[in-house]
């Protein structure tokens, strides 16, 4: 498995991480197995993953425990994400949503953010968190200046609770202020072939600065493997619902597109999944793919496209084929 720097952190990160907010189930993704969800961690592990993204809003801490329970007796072996920022135990913040009969807000307050980093250390059953994410950011109508927030998280690295400092669904601007009040070492936004906005300003960004890109869904939830047919219902809760690309016309033209690399995926002896992850982490500014798994032989397969190298002619044919899918209908 290729390794690759996470920023300036002096940290190393391998090129397919694992992403656990499915782990954490909840109505958007339904029943999940804990015990199938521990063994999935280790596969990735043992397929030579490393680094393991998680977050207290996955499952309201269920996603935290199982990942704690799964490395207990591995710690040394795994580079640990996890996020702060939404909040619901009070008021404090900007409502961002609802469900399970919690009201989630956007808190990047050092109170609540404090509290949180004990809450995850407990749950993680760990000492020390080694990338602390701001999940999602401030909104003007529950503004914490971001020096305040940085502030608080350079002095919890300084603690030696946390070991660098990350964002998540950040702008460039908000990122420059972040730099600004101290180290940033990532950034984790949304990226798949099916949704590239972010390489008109974040990878660049990215790049340019030396902050590593943590990319999740770059599988758009099961899309991109091929293995969600037409046929495929969903609840109405499920997340996926909320994904113009798994509308029925839409669908089809993506399975359509897939099917068109089988030649590719003989030629480098791989699943479709693996050729798009492959895909992913060869752009520009890609420093980690976060693919999610919850059976041990999705982990196994994921970590698989760390060995598959595209070369520039392939991966430029599958760019124009995704181009020319446009964007989804309505």
Same mark, same amino acid.
């Given at each position: 498995? =290729?390794?690759?720097?996470?920023?300036?952190?002096?940290?190393?990160?391998?090129?397919?991480?694992?992403?656990?907010?499915?782990?954490?189930?909840?109505?958007?993704?339904?029943?999940?197995?804990?015990?199938?969800?521990?063994?999935?961690?280790?596969?990735?592990?043992? #397929?030579?993953? *490393?680094?393991? /993204?998680?977050?207290?809003?996955? %499952?309201?801490?269920?996603?935290?425990?199982?990942?704690?329970?799964?490395? $207990?007796?591995?710690?040394?072996?795994?580079?640990? @994400?996890?996020?702060?920022?939404?909040?619901?135990?009070?008021?404090?913040?900007?409502?961002?949503?609802?469900?399970?009969?919690?009201?989630?807000?956007?808190?990047?307050?050092?109170?609540?953010?404090?509290?949180?980093? &004990? &809450?995850?250390?407990?749950?993680?059953?760990?000492?020390?968190?080694?990338?602390?994410?701001?999940?999602?950011?401030?909104?003007? /109508?529950?503004?914490?200046?971001?020096?305040?927030?940085?502030?608080?998280?350079?002095?919890?690295?300084?603690?030696?609770?946390?070991?660098?400092?990350?964002?998540?669904?950040?702008?460039? @601007?908000?990122? /420059?202020?972040? !730099?600004? @009040?101290?180290?940033?070492?990532?950034?984790?936004?949304?990226?798949?072939?099916?949704? $590239?906005?972010? =390489?008109?300003?974040?990878?660049?960004?990215?790049?340019?600065?030396?902050?590593?890109?943590?990319?999740?869904?770059?599988?758009?939830? +099961?899309?991109?493997? %091929?293995?969600? +047919?037409?046929? $495929?219902?969903?609840?109405? &809760?499920?997340?996926? *619902?909320?994904?113009?690309?798994?509308?029925?016309?839409? !669908?089809?033209?993506?399975?359509?597109?897939?099917?068109?690399?089988?030649?590719?995926? =003989?030629?480098?002896?791989?699943?479709?999944?693996?050729?798009?992850? #492959?895909?992913?982490? #060869?752009?520009?500014?890609?420093?980690?793919?976060?693919? %999610?798994?919850?059976?041990?032989?999705?982990? =196994?397969? *994921?970590?698989?496209? +760390?060995?598959?190298?595209?070369?520039?002619?392939?991966?430029?044919?599958? $760019?124009?084929?995704?181009?020319?899918? +446009?964007?989804? #209908?309505?």
């Amino acid at each position: 498995m =290729e390794m690759r720097r996470l920023g300036s952190s002096g940290i190393g990160v391998t090129a397919v991480g694992l992403g656990t907010w499915a782990i954490g189930g909840g109505p958007w993704w339904g029943t999940t197995n804990d015990e199938q969800s521990i063994r999935a961690i280790h596969a990735s592990l043992d #397929a030579g993953i *490393n680094l393991i /993204d998680t977050a207290p809003a996955y %499952g309201f801490g269920h996603s935290e425990r199982i990942v704690g329970r799964a490395i $207990r007796d591995r710690r040394d072996r795994v580079v640990l @994400a996890t996020k702060c920022g939404l909040w619901w135990k009070d008021g404090t913040g900007s409502v961002f949503f609802e469900q399970s009969g919690k009201t989630v807000r956007r808190s990047l307050d050092p109170r609540t953010i404090r509290i949180e980093v &004990e &809450e995850s250390l407990r749950r993680l059953g760990t000492d020390r968190i080694d990338l602390m994410q701001t999940h999602w950011q401030a909104t003007p /109508d529950a503004p914490t200046p971001i020096a305040d927030t940085m502030a608080c998280l350079t002095q919890l690295r300084a603690e030696g609770k946390i070991r660098a400092i990350g964002v998540s669904n950040a702008t460039p @601007a908000q990122m /420059d202020e972040y !730099r600004a @009040a101290g180290d940033l070492a990532a950034c984790q936004p949304r990226y798949s072939m099916l949704d $590239r906005k972010i =390489e008109a300003d974040v990878l660049p960004y990215c790049r340019d600065q030396g902050i590593a890109a943590l990319v999740y869904s770059p599988l758009e939830q +099961g899309l991109l493997t %091929g293995k969600i +047919g037409m046929d $495929r219902q969903f609840s109405p &809760e499920a997340a996926r *619902n909320m994904i113009p690309w798994f509308r029925p016309g839409n !669908r089809h033209r993506v399975l359509d597109m897939l099917a068109r690399w089988d030649d590719l995926c =003989e030629k480098h002896a791989c699943s479709l999944a693996q050729l798009v992850i #492959a895909w992913t982490v #060869a752009q520009p500014g890609v420093t980690c793919a976060l693919c %999610g798994a919850r059976k041990p032989e999705d982990a =196994e397969e *994921n970590a698989g496209a +760390g060995a598959v190298h595209l070369g520039p002619e392939d991966a430029a044919r599958m $760019r124009a084929d995704v181009e020319a899918l +446009g964007e989804p #209908a309505a």
